[in-house]
Every structure is written in C-alpha cells, then in structure tokens.
C-alpha cells in the first residue's frame, strides 16, 4: 500500500509541477529558426543554459568520422572576435594552411610514386604555416572570459545524437553570455584545428585502441550494424581522424549548425520578460540556414546471429545487444521497464542472480538505447566474470533471465519499484538548474514541445506485465542477437635477443 501512495503522491506533484512549469516557461523560435526557451527559477542569483545541436557522430559525412566529436574539442576556441589579435590577417593564414595541407595530405594519400622528400618538404611547410598563424591566437580566451564572470562546470558533449554545449554562471552577466554563445554558434574559427585532431587521436588510442573494452565494444557495434551509422566510431576511425580537415569542418558547420538545427534552453534567476529582448538581439542575426535533410538510412532486419570474439591477455568480458525501436516508440517505456527490473540496484535480477546466489561475476547490468537512441539502437545486456568463471557462463545465466521475462510475469513489486523509481527519477532531474535545461532543451528537440516530459510519465504508468513478455517475446530471440566477449589469452612473451643484452 506504501508504494500506491507514493505513486499517487508523484501525481499530484506532477500536475502541479506541469501547471507551474507552464506559468514560469517561455518559448519563442526566432525569424532565423533558432528556439529559444527561458525557465524562471529566481531561487539563487546564477543561471544555467544548455545548447543542444541536433547532428552527432551518426551525421558524420562518410569518409569523415569523428568530425562532430570535433566540435566539442573546438568548442571554446573563440570566434572572429574572441581568441584573436588580429582576425583579418589570421584569415588569410588560416587560409595558407588549408593550402599547405592539402598539398600535403595529397601526396601523403598517393599509393603510386609518393616521394618521402618531396612529402617531407610539404610537412615542413604545412607545420610553417600553422606556426604563422598561431601568431595571431591569444589561447583559451573564450573559456577565461566566461570564468573571469564566474562561469562554473564549463563543458561540451558529443553523442551519436546530438552535440551540447553548457555551463552556469551568475545571473547578471547574462548579456555577456548571450554574446559569447551567439559568437560561438554564429562566428566560430576553426583555429588550433590540426592541434586539437592529434589531440582527439590521443584520445582514440586511450579510449579505444589501448583498451580491450574499447576495441570489444567498437567491434561490437560495427558487427550489430551493416548499413546505419551507428556501426561507425564515434569518435572516429583513426585512418579518417588523422586526415580530416578543417575545411570539412567549416561545411559540417555550415550545414547542421543552422539556428533551425539548435535548441538553447536557459534555467535560474531570469525574467522572461527581460531575457528574451537580450537573447534576441544576439542571436537573431545569426544566418539562417536550411534544416538539415532527415537521415534516410535504415538498419534492415538481422536476419541471423553475429558474434565477436577478441582474444587479449585481459579479463574476460561478454556483451549481448538486440536491435529496438527509437525513442519514439509506443513500446519505449517498456525497454526502459526490462533495463530497470534487470539492473536498477541489488534488487535487480541480474545483480540478484549472477552476482549475489551464483558468485559467478563481478558486475552485471542491462540499458536501452545503444550507442543512441534517436534511430533504432541496441538493448544491450553484459557481465564481467570473476576469476575462474567464463564467459559462456555469463551468456548462459543471461539467457535464463532473458527466457524468465518471455515465459513469466514480472511480480508486481518489480513493476511498481520501477514506476516509482522513473517517475521519482524524472522529476529530481528537474530539480536544479543545469538538469532542467538539459531536459528543456532535449525534450524541445526530440519532440518539439518539452512538455513531453511530463506526457512521458503517464507512459512510465501504462507499462504492463503484459508488455514486458510481448516486447521480451518480440526483442529476445536468437537472429536479432549480436555478441561479443574478450576470451583471456596468454601474453605471447617477448623474443629473446640473439645476440643478448648490450
């Protein structure tokens, strides 16, 4: 009886949180196509805003990934105005080095006659021009203005979906804010571009190349996907990171960074009334621009088991995904239903089964949305075994779990602690600054009206036992699975000198 009233508690929360949020919420999407949305919450002098550009690393052109992730790499490298002592004659620079490396980069890409002098001339003379145009760059000016104002938890993101930009900052420095936001979305320089590639390679060899996990799950996604390009690196094959430019750049830019393709939501101690006459006057005059054409790839039908196994002198690691609908499906919170009662704490099924009575893993976890969620992604289920269990146990122990949700009910307490947890989950998203502008720009984006996130809670509420075995019956089956698994190998020692040591 405790949990019904909880539940019927959040519903009343909800109706008057919806009412209020209503009264303290204004939208406008200016004549350029840009959608502005201001929250009032005037408990604390300090804002937070949230700028959600609708491409990620799916949008990336082909031959070019990794080039979205780029943007959260160059995202505070100033503008036309900001981060230079001399725009005019950095241009014609920055020009000079686009010159530079495409002549470079041609006779680097020659697999007939390449001439090691003649390429090392035109590296030299590519690493001249950018050092003549690093002249004119005062570093990090972007970032240091907006702390010098008390801006906090300065970041950038990159998912499959969407890119964001956000931080807080004290309330009556708005105008300064709006400023540099607008120089960034409208005026930005792909200054420091070739600096900031060697850096995100960096990161590809950290992330992926010199982890087991990486290099399992990147192969992983890449077998489950044979034509989206949810199959790709997100942060990008390293063969295309290494020779992406920053005239790419530019007209990834110019195409899904238009005002139609962006959403900023800003939450805290603003008046409407007040903010918006600011917000437009910077951000209206920024061009506007076509909105992006819709993706038309489709993922067809698995039609059979695929699996990856990777064999390295780490521990053992398995992974199991099934291709789900996007987001906007009817059956979502139903996902979002099985991932909870398999993963969500020590009551969880899995951690209850394959952790606590079997002992045979460390960790075990299930989520939806795999690598995104926009187009149809992954429900992904995996399991690390402890020393002396395998692999095949954990997919064993899986696949019980799995044909328990197809043939058996869900109890009750399973379903409700699931209800309650998403609902109670949702609405403390909301209760600071910066999650609510996440949320509000997010829901804008993806629905069009933010108000869906409130709408999401009755769905949570209509999630049934019955739902669960149909989508466990539909989802779970054998040709629409992908595995993959690290199977431990013992290191291959190291030859020994001939000539022993010197």
Partial sequence: MATVLVVGVSYAAIAQDLASFEKRTTVKVLPNGLTLIVCERPEAPVFSFYTEVDAGSADDPQGASGLAHMFEHMAFKGSTEVGTTNYPAEKIALAKVEVAYAAYDAEFRKRVGKDPAKLASLKKDFGDAQAAAQKYVIPNQFSEIAEENGAVDINASTSEDSTQYFWS??????????????????????????????????????????????????????????????????????????????????????????????????????????????????????????????????????????????????????????????????????????????????TARLYRSLVRDQRIAQTAAGFSGYPGEKYPG???????????????????????????????????????????????????????????????????????????????????????KADIRRVANKTFVESNRTSARIETATATPAPQNAGGAK
């Fill in 169 to 346: 900052m004290p309330s009556n420095r708005l105008q300064l804010w709006a400023y540099l936001e607008s120089q960034r979305i409208g005026h930005p320089v792909e200054r420091e571009f070739y600096k900031e590639r060697d850096v995100v390679q960096e990161e590809r060899r950290m992330r992926i190349d010199s982890s087991p996990v990486g290099r399992m799950l990147e192969q992983f996604l890449a077998t489950a996907y044979v034509a989206h390009p949810y199959g790709r690196s997100g942060v990008g094959w390293e063969s295309e990171i290494s020779q992406v430019t920053a005239t790419e750049a530019e007209a990834f830019h110019k195409k899904y960074y238009v005002p139609s393709n962006i959403v900023i939501a800003v939450v805290g101690d603003v008046k409407a009334s007040t903010a918006m006459p600011i917000l437009e006057k910077y951000f209206a005059p920024i061009p506007a621009g076509p909105k992006p054409e819709p993706m038309t790839t489709i993922e067809p039908p698995q039609m059979a088991e695929k699996s990856v196994v990777i064999h390295d002198p780490s521990q053992p690691f398995y992974i199991e995904g099934y291709h789900k609908p996007d987001y906007r499906d009817p059956d979502d919170a139903v996902y979002d239903a099985i991932a909870d009662i398999f993963s969500n704490g020590r």
């Fill in 378 to 464: 992954l429900f992904a289920v995996y399991a690390v075994p402890l020393p002396g269990h395998t692999d095949d146990e954990m997919r064993a122990a899986i696949e019980k779990e799995l044909d328990k949700l197809k043939n058996e009910d869900v109890s009750d307490a399973e379903l409700e602690r699931y209800k309650t947890r998403a609902k109670a989950d949702m609405l403390r998203g909301l209760g600071d600054n910066d999650g609510l502008a996440h949320t509000l720009a997010e829901y804008q984006t993806r629905f069009g009206d933010w108000r869906q996130m409130f709408l999401d809670l009755d769905k949570i509420d209509k999630v049934t």
